[in-house]
Structure formats: C-alpha cells, structure tokens
C-alpha cells in the first residue's frame, strides 16, 4: 500500500508519522524526549514552580562548570593534544547545550503574552530574570550553536509580552549585552581573555539581531492572526510596533565592530558575527517595495559594510597586526567570508534603489563573489557563494559589464560558470599529472554540489544568451552525472542494512540518489534551454550537436587515447565526418569515468536524443533536416560560401545525413541488456528515440529508388525486430526480476508500433499479424460484463502471485489503449487503407468484451483527471470500476488511465454501437446491457467534449485538446446517426452545435465573438491548420450528418444549423474572410450543407435562399480563378454540385436562370454555364446566352477563354441535344462559323499567344467533336442532305488545310511546316474516314466539288487512316469511290 497511510485506525487519531530508521543512540533520543516534556509542561506551571525550574538548571550549569574547568587545564590532556590530537574540542559542552535547548525549548513553547496579562510586572516574573542571567551567562561559550541558542532565547525574553507597561526586561537585557560587549557579565569578574571576549561581542551582536527578527516575527504573526479573522490589527500589535526596538539603536551598537581602525579590539569573529546581525537586520526592516530616505540611508550603510568587510578586513595586508592570531584568523577566515557571500545576496532585492547613487555595486559585488570563491573552498562558503550567483541570476538588470573588477562582469553566469563547474568536476586520482588532467583532490561535499546544482539550474533558467557556454556546461554537468550514478545505493538496501551501519553512510547513499535526480533536471533543463533559440540555423545546429553527442553517449563511442582531429576535406562527406569526429570528442571526457558508459547515463543521453527530436520535428519551415536532397543542397551552399571554413552555425551537417547512426543507435538503446541481462530502463529510453525518429524520418522518400518507398525501409528489419523485442516484454517478465521497467517497455513498445502503423511504416499483413499478436486480448482477459455488477471481472490485477501487483495492470491496459488509438484512427479515416483490412480483421476479435472494459477504464480515468484538474479539495477516488484500491495501483497507471480516457471512450462508444447495430432487434439481456453501458458514456463524452473545446486555441493549445475534441465529436456523430437508445434532446444538442461551431469552425475562420476586436490574425499559419485537420473534419462532418438527419428527427433547431452553415458562407460573399487553401475544409462543408438547408426551407423563403446560394456559388467559382489549383480543387466541386442541384429542383424563373447562363459565359464560368444548360429544360440556358458564347469563341485574340468556352459547348450540346435536336441547328446558326473558324486558327497556329501550344490539341479536338455532332445531327434529319453536304465541304476545307499544315504520323505527307502536330492531323484523317463510312453518298458529292489538289491530299489522309499508317508503296492507284457503297 502506500507508504504514508496509517497502519491502524488508531494511529490515524492525532500526528502519527513513521518512526525513522533505528540507530544505537537511544540515549540521545531519550534526551530529547525529556527536554521537549518539560518544554511542554513549563508553560502550566505556576510562577513558583517555573522559578524553581530554571533555578534547578541554573544548579545544573554551576555544577558542571568546575568540571570543565578541570577537564580544559587537565596537563596529561594536553600533552595528549599536544602529541596526538585527540582532546575534544573546547566547544563540545554537553551540559551547557542541553541546558540552553531546554530554555529555548520553554520560551519557543509559551503564548504570545504570557509575561503581562495587563499588569504591571517591572522586570518580569522571577522565572524570566534566572533565564536571563542563565542565558548571559552562556553566551560568550566557544560553540556556536550555543552561543545561537543563548541569543535566540534572550530575543523571545525581549519581545515576549512587550506592551506599554513592560518594557523594563527589555531595556535590562540591552544593558546587559552592551556590559557583555565590554568585557564583563553581571554579577562576575571582567573578562580579561581575549578569546573570551570575542566571543561574547559574537553573542551579543548576535542577540541584537535576533531581537529585531523576533519582533517582526511576533508582529508578523499577529497580523495574520487578524487577516484570518477578517478584523483589523490589534491595539496590542501596534504598541508592540511602536515599543519594539528601533533599527537604528540596534545599529549604532553593530557598526563599531565593523569599523577597522582599532584592530586591537578586533576580531574577524566578532566582525563575521556583526556583519551576520547586520544583515538580519536590514532583512527585518526594510521593506520589499520602494525605500525611503532612512531606508535608503541603512541599505548604503550595509554596502559600506560589505565592501569594508572585504577590502579591509580580509584581503587587506595587516601582517604586523595579525601577529599571534594566526590560528584565529585561519580559523575565522570561512565564517567571515560566508557572512560577505550571505549579506550580499539578502542585498540583492535593494541594489535597484541604490543605482542612482552607484550602478557598479551588484558587479563589484560579482567580483568579490568570484574572488571568494577563488581563494576559499569550504563547503560554508561554496554554498553561500551558490545561493548569491542564482539570486544574481534573478537581477539580470543589476550587473553591468565594469572596467573596475577585475573578472569579467557581463552578466551572473559569467562570473559564476567557473566556480559552479568546477565544484561539479570529477576528481580522477593520478600520481602523474598530464596536460589535460591536473591533480585532484577528494570529492567535494555532497551539500556545495546540490548547491552548484540547483544554482546552474537558475542560471540557465534566467539568462537565455548562453549558447557559447551551454554545451560546455552541459557536458561538465553530465561527467558529473556520470560519477555520480556509481554512487546510488541497490534497491534493496534498507532490508539488508545493519544496525551498526553509520547513519552518515546511510545519509550519504541517500543524497547521492537525490543529487543524481536533480542532476537530471539540470540537464534537461539546459538542453531545454538551448534548444530554445529563435534563429532557425542555430537552433539547428545546437539540436544536431546534442544529437549527436547523445548518440555517442548511448553507444560509448569516443575517441582513442591520442587521437589527433583528422584532416577532412572540405565536401559533404567532409561535413559528416567533422560532424561525427566533434560528437566522439565531446563525449569522451565523459565516458571516460566508465566504458562502456553506465546505464543512467544512456538513459539521461536517449532523453536528451529524443529532446533534440521533438524539437526538430518543430522546425517544418526548414526542410534539410530531414530531407536528403535539400540537406545536401544547403550543405553545399554553406560550403560555397566564401571565408566559410570554420565549423558551426553557418557551416555544419544535418541530421538526415547521419540516418543510418541515429536509427541504429535507436534501436541497440531499445534492446539494451547488461551481462545477459534486460535494461528496461534502457531499453524504454530507447524506444522513445525511435519513436521521434520514426516521426520525423517517416514520410520522407527514399531519393535513391525513386520508387515512391520510405527511407526507413532499409532499416526495416531493424526497426520491427527493437519493436518486437519491446512487445515481449510480458514474457521477458517471467525470465527476470519483477520490476516496472518491464511494464513501462511494453506500454512504450505499444506507443512505437501505433506510429509504424499511423506513418504505413508496416503494410504487409503478415508483419502486421505478427506484431499484434502479442497485444491481442483473449475472452479470460476481457469478458463481458453488465455495468455494476457484483463480480470482479473488470478489475486490473495480477495473474500470478510472484507478480507485481502495482505495475502488472499495465499490460492489459496498455493493450486496451493500443487497440483503441488505431480503431479510432481507422474510423476518423487517418490510416494507410492497406492495413485497416487486416487490423480490423484481429480487433474484430473479442470487441465487444475489450469495449466493456475499455468504458470501465475510460470512467476511472474520467474521475482521476477530474481530481488532478481541481486546484482544491481534490481528493483522488479510493475505489473504481477497474481498480479495488487506488493505493495498490502504480502511478504508471493512474497517468495511462488520466491522459488516454478519451480514447478509451470514444473507442468503446464506436464498438458498442456496432454491436448494437448488428445484433437482432428482439429486445436481449446483452443488448440492454450494452445500451446502459452508453448511457454511463454519453455525460463523460459531453463533459469531455466541454471541456475540450475550452481548452482548444489554435496555434496556442496542445494538440491533445484538438485530438481529444475530435474523438468525442466522432463518438457523437454514431450517437445522433445511429439508430440506439440514446437521444439527445434540442436544448443539448443545440448547445453542442454552438459549442463546436463557436470553438472549432469560428475560431479558425476568425468569426468567433472573440475575435471581433481583431486581435485574431487574418490567416492562422498552415501548420495550425494541419495540426487541425482531423478535428476540422468531424466538426464538418457533424454539423452535415445532422443537417441530412434534420428531416427524420427534427430534433435539431433549424436556426441554429442555418446559422452554423451560413454564416462561414456569407462572411466569404462579404469578403471577410478570404478564399485560403487553410479554410477549404470548411467552406466545401458548409457549401454542402446549405444544399440541404435549402429543401427543408418553406416555399416563402426558399426562393430568396436559392438565389443567396447560385450567386455565391458564381462569385465563388470567379474568384477562385486568382487561387491555386488545389483550392480549386477543394471548392469547386461542392460549388458546381450546389449549382446543379439548384438548377435541377428550381423555383426560379426561366429568365433568371437565363441571366445566370449568360454571367457565367460573360465570367468564362465554363463548366457553371455547362451545368445549368444541362440542368434545365432544353434550350433555356444555351438560347439566353448564345450571343455570349459567339463572342467568346469569335475572339481569336483572347485565347484563355476558347479552351474552357467550346468544351463547355460540346457539353450542352450534347446533353440537350438528345432530348431536343433541333437545338443544334441554333447553336450551329449562331456559333457554327466560330467554331470553324477556331478550328483553323488552331490547327494552322494562326494566333499564337501564351500557352497556345498547350491546349492547341484539345481545343482542335472538342472543335471537332461539335462539328461532329453537327454532322450526326444533319444526316439523321430528313430534308437536310443539300445542308449536309454544304457543311462538310466547309469542314473538309479546314480539314484539308490542317492535315497539309500538320502532315500525317510517319511523315506521310511532305507539307508538314514548322509548328505542326501530326497528332492534328490524325485526327483530321479520322474525321474524313468517320464521314467516308457514315454517310458515302454525302462524302462523294462533297469531294465531287473539291478543288483537285485538296481532293488529293484528302485521299491520301484516308488512305494513310485506314492502312494504319504503313509506308505508301511504289505505285500510285485511283481512288475507287464505288467501293464505299
């Protein structure tokens, strides 16, 4: 269970904690127990009892006093100390620290006003005067701890009970300090050691700051106390302000030990104590907002100080004074130096108001900083020296860059980076130094590390202009890591352990393992750091260094010892190999504590990899990374440019060039074993790196084949077999130890083969077959079962009783995640259609058991996220449908459950309404069930969907909220079309049709209520667009399922559908919005909508609709000619499919319709004038606009509209002419003679303009095809042989002349002229031998009136037509016309 619930119902009463480990000092425990019981009874004592309490442990301090004497002047302890140094130290006063614990403990434990009650007490009760004079007398002791003691109690004995009446103990205990800081102790002699007395002005200075802390604390206290109880300060709160101390009396006693003229009286402790009680007390006066002058007067004394503290104090030379005190300076010398450090950094938030009087105090403060650190390294003064540089790093504005120090001031990590990288650096203990590796000493402490740590993670969080330092740090960072990792206790220590072990060795394993975690952080965040640039060719060449540098991490690639760089010619090759030379480099300090490296560290480098990926998938704008072609394009841009030689930014590879590394590499980390043994550690990292390179390298084209395959495809094999391997992973568990690496490498093998399946990377169905069999759930595994039932079949739990039972529920619910991720995707249609075949084919299997479960799991992950999602009181629920306990669930589990609820019910939506739909329609007991397991998803799916929608903003949310809107409105979508149980009413619908139009279909359009300020931008970037697609697609396709259900169920609100599908419509006519490829998905939707509209429309408002919608289909299909032909592709259809269906079932006039005809040939709106003349009644539309027509096509100089005008002809002519033929002939009366004349001028070249030649062929042959049906229509029509032969004696005369331009195929004819196409010509003979056989008796009469030179090449054509264009023979023979009767 959980480590920090209570055993018993008995320890959940009160503040029960689990006890810490035992050790052998119970002794000391005990101790420590008996001070806090007479802390704890004290205060309930009357006045006489607590007299005589203090006046026991004043005994207790006299008795032990000439012991310690005796002890301290004891002469074989001395010779002892003298010769082997083994005599404690002066400062281990056991007595007196137990007694000072024992007074703080009592004074920590009374009320506020324990001392007053409103009466006049004079100096205090007797209780408070023995523990004043107790604790003065303790205050000039060597130890610090009691000396701090000791002032922390005389500080509550000040500010305890001070009111208007009692101020009297305060003022005694300031008199007594100021007696201490002389030399004497009331009651005893004068001090007359010089020892002594330095530290009784280091207690007393002491005291005067913890006064002035306490006080505010007090103050601080009380104020909250009357925040919480909505009332106003107290009057004892203000007169406690008012009678408190004031800050400047406090001062005037410090500044004389900070003074440095009289080094006689001077010590570097007392100094270190003054400057410490300092900075206490400028942190508890000042305030946090804008100084005034007194305020502003104190924060320049304290840099006063600071600078007097350094400059004079300690690095000043006072050889001559400091004779004889050498053991006290050396001794002092880390104090002082960590109080500089301390005082400096609580000076930081004021430095901004002292600017106006000196804007170089934060850099010289940087310099003194560096300085310090230089010279001193203990811990104290490491740690100090980290906390200053990462609030510097806070102030960036503070530190300029000064002429004055003597380092260099730019900015905090600067000045910081050497002392915080060589804090981390790893000792490597040689008795030779070389070049490249000094001598080292021990390792460092563990606290000046974390320190340095947590400090390098502030830096780079606040200073972004770090990339000169950022790799270097980075790889410094991961050496460390690197030792550190071999530091980490096993996991089974705590069982193991001795009692006699140290609790230091215990605490030092523990910080190892705690530094190794922020250690990650730390790298994560300056990877995040420097992956973060703006400028597109830097961030790819930081990405592509960490790349690389990872991967040779991952494999222990590295350079061997006295590899010297090679010399690299300056080509592509070149550029790769530099690339891969400058990675081993990187990473050979690194692994050089280990190879090959431990596993943490390839871990940490798959991390690192799979960043740098997902960062580059980021950068579509730059298409070399990933493409082959255009990577070696730039290469050898990059490499053409002049003075360009220097590897870096402006000259580097690409990641597509090192292809076969980084899938390799990939797939060694995802089966990474150790001694014959798993890593699933590993081997999860692993997985994620090709996951991002599956992503990112899986659409791209194998340029080498040209074939149209992956160029993932050769490393097929690779791929599948680390995907496998992954896939095992439950019984891989069966052959190890029970861990949850096991169970997060399945659940990461199931993310891998999701994406090969998604990007088609796997198509055949036996690869397919193979791979899902282990994901395939069985009838034991998911059996149905009616919601709420008593049995415990839908809970996750373990098979076996040697399992892990926290983690094991993570292989049936990682199967239920994987087969609901590609049943949806196969149903939003964003699949290779080769594999849905077979993958429907293995989940059909067990459906409709894996859709009960996979509900059940979907409500649990419902409830957790819920909880997650509240700010407060959000309890996570106990129990569940899958889970008995939440408590014997792994984490792991409850974040799978919270991030893929969605898709579980959405998915279980989908297969449940299939099984209903396919079950018979007697009412049965599996059916019912089913249906009232979709009664439990429907409110889960609404307020998924709610919240979904709230969530999305595009090009600003995450794609999750897109993709969970999708599937939720997908799931709806079967709910409102399918015929179930479950029926939305109109007051839900109604709000789920504004939710999705306002959310999704406004909100890209930028017509949502949100943007009318205009703060949206005109047109959202393509890729939010892209990132969209799907949820475009079923918000569309929602809104048109329920406009054709409209007429069955009229459910829906028919204004509020209109609204929905009109308004994108009318703000496209109003041009406010512009036609875009990005709004194309929409548009067509809602154009198809509105056809649907239209026919529930009544007859009043019908006609005004039709009109509305033909001339927006019109304006549309006009502008779309300015917009690329994939637009056009996108919205023509559904504007020429509203068009037909308008012209089909019409209520508009004849004439109306004429007019329209006529726009849409004056417009060149060819195929719309081709539908509506299709569309009518024969003759409407081509007898309204023939005169429009002949202009288009008798405009030889206007060649764009011949093409688009005569098919368009050929259209109408066709589909009007069969069911009124004589319409021909009035299109022929009117535009017989242009099309003609188009005939020639195409086929003899005679206007040749822009892209003539281009559609000179097609509009020779639709010309043609109109003057065939003419034909067909002349001879087929009684009385019309004399018109026949008229017409085909002028047809044959262009026809003739076009075949002598153009020759025949074979060079037949020697007339070919420059320009021609025998494919013309071609078609001319054609044309003759289609008239020789139709109709001979016509064709022999026109050749009859033929000029004799036409005739010829006419015969020729026919005879070149009709013997397939064979080579003529020799000899010449006659034409026999008697053979075609």
Known sequence: GNDKCSPTPLHEVGRWREPLDPIGTSKVRLLDCCIHVFAATFGLQDGQTQAEALQMLEFMYNAAQPEKTTNRFNVSSSLIAESQGKLKSPEEDVSSTNLTAAVLACLQALPLYEATHDTLIGVGPPWMVRATDLLLRLLPTPSDIIRRGAAEGLALLATLGVSEDANTLQS???????????????????????????????????????????????????????????????????????????????????????????????????????????????????????????????????????????????????????????????????????????????????????????????????????????????????????????????????IEPSCCCVVNTDNAATVAMPFLLFALKTPIAKVIADTNVDFSGCHGPIDV??????????????????????????????????????????EHFSEFRSLSLPRSVVNDFEDCQLIEAETIALVQTIVAVQLGGEDLDEKTYRCLQWLLCSVSLISGDSLRPGQDEPEIEMSIAGLIE????????????????????????????????????????????????????????????????????????????????????????ACIASAATSNNSELPSVQVSGLRFLITVLKAFGEELDASTNDGTSVLEQYSSQIISAVRHALNAESLLEESVATSGFHRLFAAGCDALFVMINGGFVSEPVVIRRLLQPLLLTSEDVPFTAFGGKDEKLLMKSNHVTDDSRSFPLFRLSKLCFAARVSMMIEVGDMNQSAVSVINGELEKEEVGRAVHSAAAAMDGFLLSKAHKKQSGGELPSTGLTFANLSD??????????????????????????????????????????????????????????????????GQSKSSASEAAALFICALRLLVGNSTSMELCSDELGNIISMVTDSVLFKLLGL??????????????????????????????????????????????????????????????????????????ILSSCIRSSFILLRCQREGDRMQLEKALVQLSLSTLKDMSDHPSELSNELKEPCLSLLRSCSSDTSLQAGEWGEIATYSVSNELWD????????????????????????????????????????????????????????????????????????????????????????????????????????????????????????????????????????????????????????????????????????????????????????????????ADMSGYAAPKREKKKLSLKGFR
């Not at 993670?457 to 071999?486: I, M, P, Q, Y």
């Not at 898709?903 to 018979?920: G, W």
């Not at 764009?1200 to 021909?1224: Q, Y």
């Open 172 to 398: 005694t205990i300031l008199h007594s300090l100021d007696e201490v800081m002389t030399g004497s102790i009331p009651g005893n002699s004068k001090m007359q050691e010089i020892e002594i007395l330095s530290y009784a002005r280091a207690g007393s200075l002491l005291t005067l700051a913890c006064i002035q802390r306490a006080a505010m604390r007090m103050t601080r206290t009380e104020n909250e106390r009357a925040e919480s109880r909505s009332v106003v300060s107290s009057p004892r709160s203000r007169a406690r302000e008012n009678n408190s101390p004031p800050v400047m009396i406090m001062m005037t006693r410090l500044l004389p030990s900070l003074a440095t003229q009289n080094f006689d009286g001077d010590s570097l402790l007392s100094r270190a104590y003054a400057l410490h009680s300092f900075g206490i007390l400028i942190s508890n006066s000042l305030s946090k907002g804008e100084l005034s002058s007194s305020q502003l007067q104190i924060a320049w004394k304290a840099v006063e100080a600071v600078e007097t503290s350094f400059l004079s104090a300690w690095s000043a030379v006072t050889s001559d004074i400091s004779k004889g005190r050498e053991r006290e300076k050396f001794a002092a010398e880390p104090t002082i130096l960590g109080v500089i450090l301390r005082v400096m950094t609580t000076l930081l938030p004021w430095l901004e108001s002292l600017q106006n009087l000196d804007k170089w105090i934060a850099s010289r403060f940087a310099c003194y900083a560096s300085t310090i650190l230089e010279h001193c390294s203990h811990p104290v003064v490491c740690f100090e020296g980290s906390a200053f540089f990462e609030r510097l790093s806070e102030h960036r504005g503070l």
């Open 449 to 490: 590390q974390r320190s340095a740590v947590m400090c390098l993670k502030g830096v780079f969080t606040s200073e972004k202009n770090l990339n000169h330092l950022t790799f270097d740090a980075g790889k410094t960072v991961l050496e460390f890591l690197h030792d550190r990792c071999g530091r980490r206790r096993f």
């Open 1168 to 1359: 719309a004038w081709a539908i509506v003349c299709a569309s009518l009644p024969p003759g409407i539309g081509i007898k309204s606009s023939i005169n429009a027509m002949k202009g288009a096509l008798g405009d030889l100089a206007n060649t764009s509209r011949h093409a688009g005008a005569i098919v368009a002809l050929r259209i109408a002519l066709h589909s009007a002419g069969t069911e009124d033929p004589s319409l021909i002939c009035v299109v022929l009366h009117h535009v017989g003679f242009e099309v003609l004349q188009l005939l020639r001028a195409y086929s003899l070249r005679l206007a040749p303009a822009q892209s003539f030649d281009e559609i000179r062929v097609n509009v020779c042959a639709e010309a043609v095809k109109v003057n065939m049906i003419a034909f067909q229509y002349l001879s087929t029509t009684p009385g019309e042989e004399g018109t026949s032969a008229s017409f085909l004696l002028a047809l044959f005369q262009v026809l003739v002349e076009s075949v002598s331009f153009n020759g025949l195929p074979g060079n037949l004819l020697d007339t070919r002229s420059n320009g021609a196409d025998e494919n013309i010509g071609r078609m001319c003979a054609q044309v003759f031998v289609h008239v020789v056989r139709s109709n001979p008796l016509v064709f022999k009469s026109t050749i009859s009136a033929m000029a004799a030179e036409s005739r010829t090449i006419l015969e020729n054509a026919v005879r």
């Open 1008 to 1081: 949502s209520d949100s943007d009318s300020g205009g703060t949206h931008p005109l047109i959202l970037p393509q890729s939010v667009f892209e990132d969209c697609t799907i949820l475009m697609q079923q918000a569309c396709g929602f809104i048109e399922d329920l406009c054709k259900n409209h007429s069955d169920t009229a459910v829906t609100d028919l204004a509020l559908l209109s609204h929905s599908v009109m308004k994108p419509l009318v703000a496209l006519q109003e041009k406010q919005i512009k036609l875009h490829t990005n709004y194309s998905i």
């Open 889 to 954: 669930v792994d984490e792991l589990i409850v974040d799978e459950l919270v991030e893929n609820w969605p898709v579980l019910a959405t998915s279980s939506v989908v297969s449940i309404v299939k099984a209903i739909n396919d079950a018979p329609e007697e009412r049965s007991e599996q059916r019912e069930s089913m249906e009232l397991w979709l009664s439990k998803l429907l409110p889960i799916i609404l307020i998924g969907l709610r919240e979904a929608l709230s969530e999305f903003k595009p």
């Open 578 to 665: 530099r690339s891969s030379y400058i990675a081993r480099s990187s990473a050979s300090p690194i692994v050089k504590v280990s190879n090959p490296p431990r596993w943490q560290l390839k871990c940490v480098a798959a991390n690192i990899a799979s960043l740098t990926m997902a960062s580059l998938l980021e950068m579509k704008e730059n298409p070399s990374i990933f493409n082959y072609q255009s990577a070696r394009a730039r290469c050898m841009e990059m490499l053409q440019k002049e003075n360009n030689e220097v590897y870096g930014v402006s000259l580097h590879s690409f990641p597509v060039l090192h292809l076969e590394e980084l899938v390799t590499t």
